[in-house]
Every structure is written in structure tokens, then in C-alpha cells.
């Protein structure tokens, strides 16, 4: 099931009127994490839609089950990840691809004292099936989240710092995208007409419609008994048979989309208190909690790293920002 769009909001401040960067960030909260050594940058791409590029070095920090809208294709450079993805735990030490489908709950942490540092892209199906020549709405995915290639490992640590140098150098960036996704991603897609990926081998039948459900009603109160009622099961039966589907409760799902769908919303320059309100989260403190355990990012820090711009404006932030060792 891909990712919800987000639902249609008051719109931001315009790019003339915006505050700078330094201003938006949320009175109050740190824009880093608790632990100096953990540090993670976003960046979107202003003529080029359906990507975002990603950065960090993590220590201590533990990122909670969260999802994406897009496929998340990156490396790590040196440390070692663990992170669980349908239901099993992976390790990518130094020099391993990571290749994670979209939408996929996933979690991560440091596996050694020293942490991971790592480099992700994410990009949307539509943009992946284009650059790929899949059809416009194949599914593709990969069989393996991590993979041991030290050799392609470092060609894509190398690519995805000179996609991060590129982006406002828009035919620089789509030359280096293609080679990208033609080198480190495309050898390790499935083809979409090859066996479907694992979750949907072993999905019960009512799952699609709970999911339907929780993402029509992310903005009001959600209980166990009206999601079991969805399902046609009794409430702690939902709850057993919800937790084997998807290997997390009910309740952190249901989290975990209205991070997604608040993400969403700050990339697009909805400040945070309303991005909380919209997506049924009670205030701004709560959002900030759980954008930390899930994306290790205040939501004030990452609006100010995301903010869509129009092609003609000047990004918000376009110098290299190297993760601290």
C-alpha cells in the first residue's frame, strides 16, 4: 500500500514572505538530538519532486518504527546498523548497501560503540519506475534490505555526496541520479511481474481495509474495539493477529502514519503546531517526541531543511553539511 498523500491545508507563508531558516525553528526544543554525537540532515530537491536526501552519523540514538513514501536506497560508510524490517533483524556494517521498499515500518540503531554513519536517497515509485523503465504503476522491491558490497558500497557513499553537492545544479543532479539508480539500485530490483515482496504473501485479508480505515480517520481518536470491528475480529484478537501481521501494535502504527503524514506537511512549509493539529496528534510538544524517535529530527528542524521552494526561488539550504565524527 503506498503512503497516503496528506489532506489539503491551510497553505504556508509564501517564499518571499518566509521567515529565515534560523527563525522557524520551534521556540523551546533543540533542533539536534539529546546526544552531541548523533547528527542527521535532510535535504529536498527543488526541481526535481519525489526525492529527498539524507545524511547522519548516529551514536546512541534509537529511531523507533517509522515509514516512508518512497524507497530508501543509500550506504553506510563505516559502524555497523542494525535495524528490523518485515519482522527480521538486519546488520549493514561498513561498505553495505541498504535497500528498503516504500512504505516499509523499519527501525535502527547503532549496533557497536562507535554508531553507523550512513547516506540514503528516497525516491517515489513514479520517479523510480521512470528512471528504471519500469511501467508507470509497477510495484518493484528488493529482496534484500542489506547488502555486504564494499566495492558498490563506496561508489554509492561517493555518488549520493556529489547528489548532495549537485542540487542546485539541476542538469548536474538528474545526470548523477541516473547513474545512481543505473549502478547501485537497479542490479537489486525485483522485476514488478516477479513473485510479489513478502508482506503480501502472508497479509490477512482484512488488513487493506483496517489500513484504509486508520488513514481515512488519522485526524480523530482511534480505538482498539472500532479497528477491530474494521477487521471482523473480537478487540484482542485484532490486537494479536495485528501485531503478527505487521510485528507492531496497533497503537505505534497508527504513530507512526501521522509522523509520516505531519512530515509531509512541514515539507511544504505547514508550521508545526498545525502540522500536529492536522493529523490528530494532540499538540506540537507530541509531534516534536515522536518525530525525535522516529526520524531523530525536531519537526521545527526538519521544516527548515525540507521547505519546498519554487524552482525559481533560492533554496533554503544548499551548502554541504558534513556529519560530525
Sequence with gaps: MACTPAPALPQPASAHSAAPAAAIAMAGVPEAFDEPTDRARFKRVAHRGGIELYRAHIVHHAFRPHCHDAYGLGAVERGIERFRYRGSEHLAGPGSLVLMDDDELHTGRAETDEGWRYRMIYIERPLLNELTGQPEHASPHFRNAAIDAPARGLQATALLDALWMASDDPLRFDGLLAEYVQQIVAPHLQAAASAPANRTLHEPAWLPRVRDYIEAHLTHPLDLDSLAREAGLSPFHFLRSFKAALRVTPHTYVQAR????????????????????????????????????????????????????????????????????
Excluded at 264 to 281: H, S
Excluded at 292 to 320: C, D, H, W
Design 258 to 325: 501521522r509522523v509520516f503524514r505531519a512530515k509531509q506537511l512541514l515539507a511544504r512549509g505547514i508550521k508545526p503546531a498545525d502540522a500536529a493539529t492536522a493529523v490528530g496528534l494532540v499538540d506540537q510538544a507530541h509531534l516534536s517526541k515522536w518525530m525525535k524517535l522516529m526520524f531523530g529530527v525536531t519537526p521545527g528542524a526538519y521544516r527548515s531543511q525540507t521547505i519546498q521552494q519554487s524552482r525559481f526561488s533560492q533554496p533554503t539550504e544548499n551548502a554541504p553539511v558534513e556529519c560530525r565524527t
